[in-house]
Nanobody, 122 residues
Framework: QVHVVESGGGLVQAGGSLRLSCAAS????????MGWFRQAPGKEREFVAA????????YYADSVKGRFTISRDNAKNTVYLQMNSLKPEDTAVYYC???????????????WGQGTQVTVSS
């Protein structure tokens, strides 16, 4: 079992950057694929990025490709989401999740954090 906690959200102007962190508990973190999802008010939760167990593969939503970078440090039990060139439409609650495979669908993940708010002002 893995317990995950997100941090690093906040208010930023359009064009700015933020780095989200997701700290995971448990000795088995390195055996989980990790994903980031987001949910804006009135919208469904959507896939943002995912990374495989040993960082071999990364996946991105088309809307963030080239702007966001997912990475992980298994020694620190942490996964990161570097977000650059932020846009107002990136405003959402961002969730970190752990699962058996790096999936684009939320059903592929078993463990979820509480989320961190990202607000991008125009």
């Amino acid at each position: 079992q893995v317990h995950v906690v997100e941090s690093g959200g906040g208010l930023v102007q359009a064009g700015g950057s933020l780095r989200l962190s997701c700290a995971a508990s448990g000795r088995t973190f390195s055996s989980y694929a990790m994903g980031w999802f987001r949910q804006a008010p009135g919208k469904e939760r959507e896939f943002v990025a995912a990374i495989s167990v040993i960082s071999t593969n990364t996946y991105y939503a088309d809307s963030v490709k080239g702007r966001f970078t997912i990475s992980r440090d298994n020694a620190k039990n942490t996964v990161y989401l570097q977000m650059n060139s932020l846009k107002p439409e990136d405003t959402a609650v961002y969730y970190c999740a752990a699962g058996s495979v790096a999936s684009r669908h939320y059903s592929g993940y078993s463990y979820w954090g509480q989320g961190t708010q990202v607000t991008v002002s125009s």
